[in-house]
């Protein structure tokens, strides 16, 4: 079974603040795939990265950051320099192998993240 | 390129209605997906398509629900008898076939209130 955990449930910082996001995850698949999600108050999700678990390379995309680490089953999401739009609800989450049934994604409860002016 | 629609946004009903949700994927893309999300957690899965075929049904999708998907197009999430307890987000998401292409992208949601 899969399972991804974020322990961190609301975080609040004040603009201009650099931020992480935490994400453990659990599976048994070899091969997976990592995701982030954003949820702003509007509430459609919005696609922000995927990783594969044979490609460790961290990424940054503007202010955005991610920390791939398989030693510790750790996907973890930095936002440097934070803006009062990042402001959202923030979900990693997991799928298997393959391109049939176990592409399903798997979610963790969210980190509601407010940015305060 | 238009995104993922949905319709309705919010659906309003009676216990023991039957209601009917409509998901239109983004164009091309083969495999569909719908999720419920309940205040406070995540999206939690419910049932896949490729194409026309309902591949997978989560142990969620009571004798209730069902979900159609003809032609491989649009899809439908119907749910018979409505309880309390359906109240929620029903997202639909789609992505591309092959084995580069990963990535679901999701609709606005309809929001169910059964009252």
């Known amino acids: 079974a899969q399972k991804v955990t974020q322990a961190q449930t609301e975080i609040s910082v004040v603009e201009k603040e650099d931020v992480t996001l935490d994400c453990v995850y659990e599976t048994r698949d070899t091969t997976y795939y990592l995701f982030w999600y954003k949820q702003p108050p509007s509430g459609e999700l919005v696609f922000l990265i995927r990783r594969n678990s044979f490609d460790e390379q961290n990424e940054i995309s503007g202010r955005y950051s991610w920390n791939f680490q398989k030693s510790t089953s750790s996907f973890n999401f930095t936002i440097t320099a934070s803006q009062v739009v990042d402001s959202a609800v923030y979900f990693c989450a997991l799928s298997g192998p393959g391109t049939g049934a176990n592409s399903k994604l798997t979610f963790g409860k969210g980190i509601t993240l407010s940015v305060r002016p | 390129d238009t995104g993922v629609s949905q319709d309705p946004r919010h659906k309003i009903t009676k216990r023991g209605q039957n209601v009917t949700f409509r998901c239109d994927p983004i164009?091309?893309?083969?495999?569909l997906y719908w999720y419920r999300q309940t205040l406070g957690q995540g999206p939690e899965f419910l049932t896949y398509f490729q194409n026309e075929a309902q591949l997978e049904k989560s142990r969620l999708l009571s004798d209730r629900f069902s979900a159609e998907r003809p032609k491989g197009s649009f899809s439908t999430l119907e749910i018979q008898r409505t309880e309390q307890g359906d109240s929620a987000m029903y997202l639909c998401?789609?992505?591309?076939?092959?084995?580069?292409?990963?990535?679901?992208?999701f609709g606005p949601g309809t929001r169910l209130t059964v009252t």
């Open positions: 164009s091309e893309h083969n495999r």
């Open positions: 998401a789609s992505r591309a076939g092959g084995t580069l292409a990963y990535e679901q992208y």
